[in-house]
């Protein structure tokens, strides 16, 4: 196996283990994040919501490596855009991070609140809730906002030099549309991000990834369709 039969395979990895890690740590949140008491069940299941911090963890390590693991390839045809596909890829890895820290500090305060002799439940709901906004918004502007911009720049470079076969990218690039056109809705409390609409609208983004990692990993990059 060459070099770039590794590198087509390691960024096709990357992007089923992104996907994974991703919906493994949302599932692991659930008693911090869609509780009626976060203050209290975060703690009951500290372990829990640690192990989904670690797989968010994962995640952005992933999806910085599928940028970076690409760039070599999208440089050749376009420097300008592969440049801005790491950059907003990166963006999106620090929103994400953004929202780990939110989840954790959630975590800190509920045993805070557990331990706490004559706790002033107000106050420290209060605060509970701006940390889970906090998420909530990481949650949208990471994994929709920024995840459509990065898509439609590689899709584009992919469409236009024929690294990989066109009903790809062009998938790729109509997911990123709608991917960040549910972003917008949802800022504008059209709909909330974890509904039927929400989940429609990501769906075409999701399935662009699942195809290029298998086709990444199975056939590699069409190195000869490059120019020089």
């Known amino acids: 196996m060459n070099s770039n039969e590794k590198a087509a395979k390691m960024a096709g990895v990357l992007f089923i283990l992104a996907a994974v890690s991703a919906v493994a740590g949302l599932l692991l949140y659930d008693p911090i994040l869609n509780s009626t008491d976060p203050l209290i069940q975060g703690p009951a299941h500290s372990n829990q919501v640690i192990l989904g911090a670690v797989m968010e963890l994962i995640l952005v390590g992933s ?3 599928t940028s970076i693991t690409m760039f070599p390839y999208l440089r050749r045809y376009n420097e300008t855009l592969a440049l801005g596909h790491v950059l907003f890829r990166f963006l999106e890895a620090v929103v994400i991070t953004v929202g780990i820290i939110s989840v954790l500090a959630l975590l800190t305060l509920g045993r805070e609140y557990a331990a706490a ?87 075409p983004v999701a399935a662009n990834e699942m195809i290029l990692a298998v086709w990444l990993i199975r056939k590699g990059f069409n190195l000869s369709a490059v120019p020089a």
């Open 63 to 65: 999806a910085v490596g």
């Open 117 to 203: 002799a004559a706790p002033d439940p107000a106050s420290f709901y209060a605060s509970a809730a701006s940390l889970k906004a906090v998420h909530d918004w990481t949650f949208l502007l990471g994994p929709n906002f920024m995840l459509g911009i990065n898509t439609m720049l590689y899709s584009y470079i992919f469409y236009k030099s024929r690294l990989v076969p066109r009903f790809i990218p062009i998938l790729g690039m109509t997911g990123s549309v709608l991917v960040f056109l549910c972003a917008l809705l949802v800022m504008f409390g059209v709909f909330s991000q974890l509904s039927v609409w929400g989940a429609l609208l990501a769906l």
